[in-house]
């Protein structure tokens, strides 16, 4: 009796009660079942309805939600300010692009986005990703054009992933993998951040290591002593402020509950550090600049003020067509998606499973396709979730996706009010700004880890940094990526068949037998697979077959056993053929025939009558016996005993496959 995701099955025990079993399963084979269940979600109403969230928790809203949406996103806003005007850096954009990137994607989320904490907006590894995308000799036009289109291309392609559910494929990017590129990138990032912080300006923000080291090199002539300084200082507050912490017992003679007050002020002012200093330097700048020491000190220059206009990307500009700049900015999309994808998947995976609430892969990217493509009619380049922000958020009390909205007005009342005043943020503090948020992507514990665990997962890993070191980052990912797919592949192609031998280690079972009646010694070898067989290990079975089994000299083996064997057979485990393909179906077809020609006698036990009606020549069809070939043996001593107690008992029960008593046709043979 099938219920829900399972069935029910009733047994009897020996002293008459009964035990009910319920048995569950999931994944498997696609079939046309699921196609069909899967085409059938998408024409119910809550289908329909899950693709708007806010319609589940809106209805509710209450003035305690109110109140902690609009804290977290205030406090959110502070930081996102600052750090999409450093970020924008990266992506050598003009500065305002960096708040225009910051308020549509939280407006689109709080519609469409299932994760209450997560925060969508620029991040450092994005950004560095759309510097990679220019063209060379790309002017400011070219650049902004094509981070606009990035946004647009990219959102769409997410959505449609989401759409059609195809969520479940970033997946297959394992997780040292991810680590590895975002260390990389962290590492790439701070690096060419130290220019910023000492006030000399030279390449590009996705030139390698190698490259800025050697730009390094012949700019220690022209490092500027105030921004040097400044930049140290901005530093230096930021590490302390974001490793400040009070205690819970209160000291200095202060109550219990002054000293809460006093821990919450910290706590909040620890939450805005970022605000904080940008505003301490802008007012440093504007001094600076009012009374005659404006040269002292690298500034960000003049910023638009006021609102982005509201206008479709361009898909061609000056003498470009759109099959030019779809060339330009085609083969970075893949990047960008895959990145962005799993920034913002992951992030949010981390905070539902903390705060114990179930968000939907899909629907995220869903909302991430959306907020990139309303983003691009703004002037917005390629955002994602940003994990630290996203724990600001958590920090801070939020309780619905109307804190991202609540963001977004932030940033827009900003834009408005004080875009005026950025023109006076020194370059060196965005830089510390930069070098502090990006600490938290390093994760230097996974070397460790998989040296203990897998090893052979460092391979891609080591691939990963140091071919972002060398190449870049968008290389570096894919070399990841593709190494660590290889590994996932191997062993299906070159599946572990069997591992044991009698007297030593091998991929073969070989027994003796002796025939009580005829005294007649046989050797048994028994071929057992230690998982389902698909069709890359079609071709290295019949290998193995043909150069383990069915040509290997017995002189080694009678060297060390004087007696002779008059026969040999091989006894194949089917077990797990009924979730092989086709093409190792038919590789098994092929190899009972090579058998044939090579005199062997092959056996099949725990093989089904549907499995031994393909692979076996259609003159053994009337042999096959359900009832022999079902049996499931736990050793495969037992197995080759039981087998020949059956033989001798009734020989036609058992399949087999003998040029010595059967006739193949001609067909069969070739």
């Not at 450093?86 to 305002?96: H, S, W």
């Not at 990138?185 to 490259?211: C, H, M, N, P, W």
């Not at 779809?326 to 893949?334: D, F, H, K, R, W």
């Not at 958590?394 to 834009?415: E, H, N, P």
Request: hydrophobic content about 45%.
């Amino acid at each position: 009796m099938t219920i829900g995701n399972g069935f029910y099955s009733v047994s009897s025990q020996r002293d008459g009660s009964s035990l009910d079993v319920k048995t569950i399963s999931t994944g498997g084979d696609f079939t046309i079942r699921d196609a069909a269940e899967g085409f059938k979600s998408y024409c119910g109403l809550t289908a329909w309805r899950g693709r708007v969230p806010f319609t589940y928790w809106l209805p509710k809203y209450s003035f305690n939600d109110l109140r902690g949406d609009l804290v977290a996103g205030l406090t959110v806003g502070l930081t996102i300010v600052p750090q999409a005007l450093a970020y924008v850096g990266i992506a050598e954009l003009p500065l305002e692009m960096g708040l225009y990137s910051s308020f549509m994607g939280g407006f689109v989320y709080a519609l469409f986005g299932t994760a209450k904490d997560l925060s969508l907006g620029p991040t450092s590894v994005m950004s560095l990703l759309t510097a990679a995308s220019y063209p060379e000799h790309a002017t400011i036009e070219d650049k902004v054009n094509c981070a606009i289109l990035l946004a647009f291309y990219c959102g769409l392609v997410q959505l449609i992933l989401g759409v059609f559910n195809l969520g479940f494929l970033v997946n297959f990017i394992s997780e040292p993998v991810i680590s590895a590129f975002t260390s990389a990138s962290a590492l790439v990032i701070l690096y060419g951040q130290i220019k910023g912080l000492i006030g000399v300006k030279f390449g590009d923000s996705d030139d390698t290591v190698i490259e800025q080291t050697i730009e390094y090199a012949k700019s220690l002539k022209n490092i500027r002593g105030w921004d040097t300084l400044l930049g140290v200082v901005c530093l230096c507050v930021l590490l302390l402020m974001r490793d400040l912490a009070i205690r819970k017992a209160p000291r200095f003679g202060l109550s219990q509950k002054v000293w809460n007050i006093f821990r919450e002020v910290v706590r909040n002012v620890k939450s805005v550090r970022y605000g904080i200093v940008i505003v301490a330097a802008t007012v440093l700048g504007y001094i600076a600049v009012n009374f005659g020491f404006g040269d002292k000190l690298v500034l960000t220059g003049a910023v638009k003020s006021g609102l982005p206009p509201f206008e479709l990307p361009k898909f061609a500009w000056g003498n470009r067509t759109f099959i030019d700049t779809l060339a330009i900015v085609g083969p970075s999309v893949p990047f960008l998606i895959l990145v962005g994808s799993l920034e913002a998947i992951t992030v949010a995976k981390v905070f539902s499973a903390q705060y114990h609430y179930r968000i939907i892969p899909s629907q995220e990217l869903v909302a991430l396709g959306l907020a990139n493509i309303v983003g691009s009619f703004f002037h917005a380049y390629p955002i994602t979730g940003a994990f630290s922000r996203s724990a600001l958020a958590a920090q801070s009390g939020v309780r619905t996706q109307m804190g991202s909205a609540w963001t977004s007005a932030f940033v827009l009342l900003a834009m408005a009010v004080i875009s005026p005043a950025f023109r006076y943020i020194p370059k060196a503090a965005l830089s510390a700004v930069i070098i502090v948020a990006v600490l938290i992507l390093f994760d230097f514990k996974i070397f460790k880890e998989l040296w203990h665990l897998s090893r052979k997962e460092l391979i891609p890993v080591l691939l990963t940094i140091i071919i972002s070191f060398t190449v870049g980052v968008d290389y570096g990912i894919l070399a990841g990526v593709g190494v660590s797919l290889l590994l996932l592949l191997y062993p299906i192609a070159r599946p572990l068949i069997v591992a044991q031998f009698r007297r030593e280690t091998s991929a073969v079972v070989r027994t003796s037998h002796v025939d009580p009646k005829s005294k007649q010694r046989t050797l048994r070898i028994t071929v057992t697979p230690k998982g389902a067989l698909f069709f890359p290990a079609a071709d290295n079975l019949k290998e193995f077959f043909q150069d383990s089994i069915l040509e290997e000299n017995s002189d080694e083996l009678n060297k060390k056993h004087p007696e002779t064997f008059q026969s040999e057979e091989i006894i194949f485990d089917g077990m797990f053929l009924e979730e092989s393909d086709f093409t190792t179906l038919v590789a098994i077809k092929s190899i009972v025939l090579m058998c044939s020609r090579a005199k062997k006698v092959i056996r099949f036990r725990n093989t089904s009558k549907r499995i031994l009606q393909f692979i076996l020549p259609k003159e053994m069809h009337s042999l096959i016996s359900s009832h022999d070939l079902q049996a499931n043996f736990s050793a495969d001593d037992t197995a080759v005993i039981v087998m020949a107690e059956r033989l001798e008992e009734n020989a036609e029960d058992i399949p087999r496959c003998d040029t010595s008593c059967t006739a193949l046709s001609q067909d069969e043979l070739a």
